[in-house]
């Protein structure tokens, strides 16, 4: 019953024409140090930036659902607050966590998602019968290519049931039908996969939160093991697409050098390209990344070759 009622106020935002893009964290910061303590004044301030209201200000069939939909929270004034954000991406509504995603099992939508969905529109084969979307987190990036592979069975696949409750809300609300499975990116997956789709954790995060944490290589290592274990699992001609972060060291990218020496080796090729050279300057300044110079946002085309290819 709670999960039809946020589906309910998705479409019910949707046909009022709410619109938020989601900043990144410290926009959003800098957002609510220059706003004040001001309580919301607006559907966009309570759903996107995330501030305590007045129950008086939405109208009462959107505060049902709200209760109905346990997204509902209270400060220590009596105001009331969004459990969650609500971000327009592409045609499609997605709810994730309220700001700030400090939770373990926070579920994260920002500027990468943007990034991603661009990436995954300019490279989505349109032949594949299947689509499988690790670490799904909101689901927004198998949702949104949903329309142009028509007849493909979409798998989601995360590690935070949380997520995975969302990303089931958000495909419902977008009229996308996908399947969710519980559990470790790789071994969740079957065999012969004609399309991955990824946008890894790739910050070293002192916190090892779920959605931020990517492991060594100063977070690149999930986005490493991931790639190399879905190369195993795609079909001829079958393609996973990537989407992460690098760190750049004296102009070295040491995920893109691993990658061009392992995927040979696996029968695949890989394109590789920097979208955006330099992403999260903020983080930067904490402990681990010394001598990092840069962290850019890359995308990997890896394809599995056919037997009878070179």
């Known amino acids: 019953m709670a999960d039809d009622a946020l589906v309910a106020l998705l479409r019910a935002l949707d046909a009022q024409g709410y619109n938020f893009v989601t900043p990144s964290p410290a926009t959003h910061r800098r957002f609510l140090k220059l706003r004040g303590n001001v309580p919301a004044a607006s559907l966009r301030d309570v759903f996107g930036w995330s501030l305590p209201f007045w129950s008086s200000l939405l ?3 959107l505060l049902e659902l709200m209760r109905r939909g346990q997204a509902l929270g209270e400060d220590e004034k009596g105001l009331l607050r969004s459990r969650y954000r609500i ?3 592409g045609a499609y509504l997605f709810l994730h966590s309220a700001f700030p995603t400090d ?6 939508l920002g500027p990468d998602t943007y990034r991603f969905i661009r990436f995954l529109k300019h490279n989505a084969d349109l032949q594949a019968r299947n689509l499988v979307d690790m670490g799904a987190g909101t689901g927004a990036g198998a949702i949104s290519v949903a329309s142009m592979l028509p007849d493909a069975q979409l798998t989601l696949i995360d590690a935070n049931p949380e997520a995975l409750r969302l990303a089931r809300v ?20 079957g065999d012969e996969v004609d399309l991955i789709i990824a946008n890894p954790p790739f910050i070293a995060d002192e ?5 931020r944490h990517g492991g060594d290589m100063h977070g690149a290592r999930l986005s490493l093991d991931w790639a190399l274990g879905a190369a195993d699992r795609l079909s001829a001609n079958g393609r996973m697409l990537l989407y992460t972060g690098s760190a750049i060291i004296e102009g070295h990218d040491a995920l893109r050098s691993a990658l061009a020496e392992k995927l040979p080796q696996l029968g695949c090729s890989l394109t590789y390209d920097e979208i955006d050279p330099d992403i999260f300057g903020e983080q930067l300044s904490a402990p681990g990344y010394t001598g990092v110079e840069r962290i850019a946002a890359v995308g990997a085309v890896i ?6 290819d070179p």
Do not use: K, Q, W
């Not at 916190?207 to 959605?211: A, C, H, N, S």
């Open 59 to 61: 109208p009462p069939d």
């Open 87 to 89: 971000s327009r991406v």
């Open 103 to 108: 939770g373990h099992d926070a579920v994260f």
């Open 170 to 189: 958000n495909a419902e609300a977008a009229g996308v039908r996908v399947e969710t499975r519980e559990g470790d990116a790789l071994g969740a997956m």
């Open 207 to 211: 916190g090892g939160r779920l959605y």
């Open 303 to 308: 394809r599995r070759l056919p037997a009878s």
